[in-house]
């Protein structure tokens, strides 16, 4: 199946969970203008619900594409150990070695 079938599939899927929604909010409304107690959503509100999140979940995975391994272990077996504790951000350039050193040129002269 083609890509834009599957992006079709989430949107109407997603539009019809937000008209789920705005079904449910009016049955409760209606409930409210009834001065009945809150009782179960209808069935066929129920059943639109679980059918439209279906549709949108089977779209959204079919339209991301390629996953990942969630192992970490994964990504890490093609690099060497050197590349692992290469971390730049914990580089720091300035501290008291300077002032030790005698070949620094603003450290302790001769």
Not at 27 to 52: C, F, M
Not at 75 to 80: H, V
């Amino acid at each position: 199946m083609s890509r834009n079938l599957y992006r079709n599939l989430t949107i109407l899927g997603l539009l019809s969970l937000f008209h789920t929604a705005y079904s449910a909010a009016k049955h409760r409304s209606y409930l409210r203008l009834k001065e009945q107690e809150n009782g179960t959503l209808p069935l066929d509100i129920i059943l639109q619900a679980v059918i439209s999140l279906i549709i949108a979940m089977i779209g959204i995975v079919n339209t991301s594409g390629e996953f990942k391994e969630i192992s970490a272990t994964k990504n890490l077996e093609r690099k060497s150990w050197e590349t692992l504790r290469n971390v730049p951000s914990f580089y720091v350039f300035n501290h008291r070695g300077k002032a030790l050193s005698p070949f620094y040129e603003g450290g302790i002269s001769n």
